[in-house]
């Protein structure tokens, strides 16, 4: 395979780069919304993505509408649920216009995300959506980090065969996929061009693989990243910021124990069903008090059987069972309790 139809394509990522509104140096401040709850919003579409089986395409293109959108309107914070899975509906039919693929219901993404909006405001919500990104009913599918990683991965595999590099690169690998999505999931990435990011974990991909082989195979690759650089523009400047920035994305998403971002979820349950989720309402949080009427006559402790059930807890009862059932470790601590209590009553 050439490289110049692949260059070609690289050429036409690069134009619609330039006109991307949402992301690059030139991304306008998000008015209204913090970064942090961006933030958490892209990790539940993260999430949806898993949950519906759906390809990364959808993410980053849910993602890119999302930034598009806040960078043109001013959004309040209740609203930003619903502005999230209504981007990511439309990322799902922007997806199946051009490649196909299975389009969640509205109703069914509304239960799944729990974005408290119905299904009719999710629909209205993707109308204003479409009618801000483009001018089309369906607005096309935008240019993201994966279409330049791709871009440029294939690039290098042409490069790498025709110079007989053994062993040949593979297809993209889908822990590539993976990072890039906790990338553009990440806010403080927005400042930075989609070719810039996409070149950085290619170039942190080429340094692991070069750690294992031959110095021959290091060069070749480190050039390919430095030919790369040239061709998308890149100063090494910034490219240098950029691949610090997301290597220290990635070593905190791997080192911290505790995931960033939550969402809280509830269980909407019937009466009837709530009933049966909880058959100890009755029961008490506290033991029964001991009364002096466990006490024999002749100022003894009186010893309960192990079915026996102190008088208190008797009368709480409302059913014509047992109250309750002790084990023999429960009746040792009820019959240690009356000894007690009798040589209380025999200092006095």
């Not at 993707?126 to 991965?153: D, H, Y």
């Not at 593979?170 to 989609?194: G, Y």
């Not at 002096?292 to 010893?303: C, I, K, T, V």
Request: net charge neutral; aromatic share 4%; glycine share 6%.
């Amino acid at each position: 395979m050439e490289v110049h139809p692949l260059l070609g394509r690289l050429d036409k990522l690069l134009v619609e780069e330039g006109d991307m509104v949402g992301r690059g140096p030139t991304a306008p401040t998000l008015q209204g919304i913090s970064p942090g709850m961006r933030d958490g919003s892209a990790h539940v579409l993260r999430c949806l993505k898993v949950w519906f089986e759906l390809p990364t395409d959808v993410l980053h293109a849910a993602t890119a509408n999302i930034d598009t959108f806040l960078a043109k309107m001013k959004a309040q914070p209740k609203h930003l649920s619903c502005i999230a899975v209504a981007a990511f509906h439309l990322a799902c039919v922007q997806f199946k216009q051009e490649f196909g693929c299975s389009v969640p219901d509205p109703q069914t993404l509304v239960n799944i995300s729990q974005s408290r909006c119905s299904a009719s405001d999710l629909v209205r919500m993707e109308g204003i959506l479409a009618n801000k990104l483009s001018s089309q009913s369906i607005p096309p599918l935008p240019v993201t980090c994966l279409s330049f990683i791709r871009a440029m991965w294939e690039v290098s595999r042409v490069a790498s065969d025709r110079l007989e590099i053994s062993p040949p690169l593979p297809p993209l690998p889908q822990h590539l996929s993976h990072q890039l999505e906790i990338l553009v999931c990440d806010s403080s990435t927005m400042r930075v061009r989609p070719s810039e990011l996409s070149l950085a974990l290619l170039s942190i991909e080429f340094q692991r693989i070069a750690g294992s082989e031959s110095g021959t195979v290091s060069a070749a690759l480190m050039g390919f990243v430095a030919e790369l650089q040239k061709y998308c523009g890149i100063t090494t400047p910034d490219f240098i910021l950029t691949h610090a920035l997301v290597l220290g994305i990635l070593d905190k998403y791997n080192g911290d124990s505790q995931v960033p971002h939550r969402q809280r979820l509830v269980w909407k349950l019937s009466n009837r069903t709530l009933k049966h989720l909880r058959p100890t309402d009755k029961l008490r949080a506290t033991l029964p008090k001991i009364s002096e009427e466990s006490l024999d006559r002749s100022g003894g402790p009186r010893l309960r059987s192990a079915s026996e059930c102190s008088l208190e807890s008797l009368s709480d009862s409302d059913t014509g069972r047992s109250a309750c059932s002790c084990s023999d470790d429960d009746t040792d601590m009820e019959m240690e309790a009356p000894r007690t209590w009798a040589k209380i009553v025999a200092s006095n």
